[in-house]
């Protein structure tokens, strides 16, 4: 659990930038929602988005150890960038995770984001949503709320809604965990988390 921060590639191999994780406060005010979105264009502040490389897996193409990475040349679903777990060599699964801010969930809060695989001829992309409490749901703490697994032949995009109400009232983390093996990429775009608390 060592490999904290989140890489940033504008473009690969050009544009590299490590933020550290910083755990929101529990100072809510309770009358004032708001919606969280993140569509991982320039002008969004992703401070507190973590993301760990578990597998610790190579990818000889990007000429780095594969993670979550921004690109803007993957066919976004929104604006120009997406971010996206690529494929490691050697058919190493992956085990990544993208691990949202932790946020106060209320009764009406929903998760909704986009989901796509890269290439329609390597499409067999897996991925967990897993939600925990105030641990890191890396730590194996959480639950998974939603598993997919893209078929054969597809490249769309797929809208994903999950009702979060069960966890009203409760500061949690939300993660997006890849598993795919020797795919290509699991593109995400446009996350947003409805109703949180003010923090
Ligand atoms: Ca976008
Ligand atoms: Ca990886």
């Avoid at 264009?41 to 507190?48: L, N, P, R, S, V």
Wanted: proline share 3%; aromatic share 10%.
């Amino acid at each position: 659990m060592k490999n904290k921060g989140i890489i940033l590639c504008f473009a690969a191999g050009v544009c590299a930038l490590v933020l550290s994780c910083q755990p929101l406060e529990n100072n809510v005010n309770k009358n004032t929602l708001k919606n969280y979105y993140m569509g991982f264009e320039k002008e969004e502040d992703i401070t507190g988005i973590v993301s760990y490389n578990r597998d610790g897996g190579y990818n000889s193409q990007l000429g780095m150890e594969t993670d979550w990475i921004i690109k803007n040349d993957f066919r976004a679903h929104s604006g120009e960038r997406v971010i996206g777990s690529v494929y490691n060599d050697d058919s190493v699964a992956n085990d990544d995770w993208l691990v949202l801010p932790l946020m106060r969930l209320s009764e009406n809060s929903t998760l909704s984001f986009f989901a796509a695989p890269q290439y329609i001829d390597r499409s067999e992309e897996i991925f967990d949503i897993i939600i925990s409490g105030e641990e890191n749901p890396v730590d194996e703490s959480g639950e998974s709320i939603l598993h997919v697994e893209f078929p054969q032949d597809t490249d769309s995009w797929e809208e994903f809604t999950i009702d979060l109400g069960a966890y009203g009232n409760q500061d949690v983390y939300i993660a997006f965990h890849c598993t795919s093996v020797d795919q290509y990429c699991l593109r995400i775009d446009d996350i947003t988390v409805t109703d949180i608390s003010e923090m």
